[in-house]
């Protein structure tokens, strides 16, 4: 929101109305949306496009050798390991990460929770 505002874009400050929020050009998921559903859609996403799940927002990086790149402030980081194992830890930064990979619980990823992209072009 303050690096927006830098270049006169004003937005809400919480996720919620951001993601909600009428403002952009937007493409939302319904709940029940499949995973391949929202991963064409942002394949599809520009550089800097917002990327919503509830309570968190991420901005789209891009795409490296078929990994999907955001970049978020994190507090714990949650996936399974190659042993197929789930790992939670707390990272407690600003960081980029895969997208695909993460996971919120064992049983949901944020793929799943995943509700809109947002492009502000």
Same mark, same amino acid.
């Given at each position: 929101m303050d690096i927006f505002r830098t270049f006169g874009l004003l937005m809400p400050r919480n996720s919620g109305q951001q993601g909600y929020g009428a403002f952009?050009?937007?493409n939302r998921f319904?709940? =029940?949306a499949p995973h391949a559903e929202k991963d064409a859609a942002i394949r599809l996403a520009k550089v800097?496009?917002?990327?919503?799940r509830p309570g968190h927002v991420? &901005?789209? &990086?891009g795409e490296s050798d078929g990994v999907l790149f955001v970049i978020h402030a994190v507090f714990d980081l949650a996936h399974f390991t190659a042993a197929g194992e789930f790992y939670r830890g707390i990272l407690n930064s600003v960081s980029v990460t895969p997208l695909t990979p993460l996971? &919120? =619980?064992?049983e949901q990823s944020y793929l799943d929770r995943l509700y809109a992209i947002k492009s502000l072009r």
């Open positions: 952009g050009q937007k319904a709940e =029940t800097g496009d917002f990327i919503y991420m &901005l789209y &990086l996971y &919120l =619980t064992p």
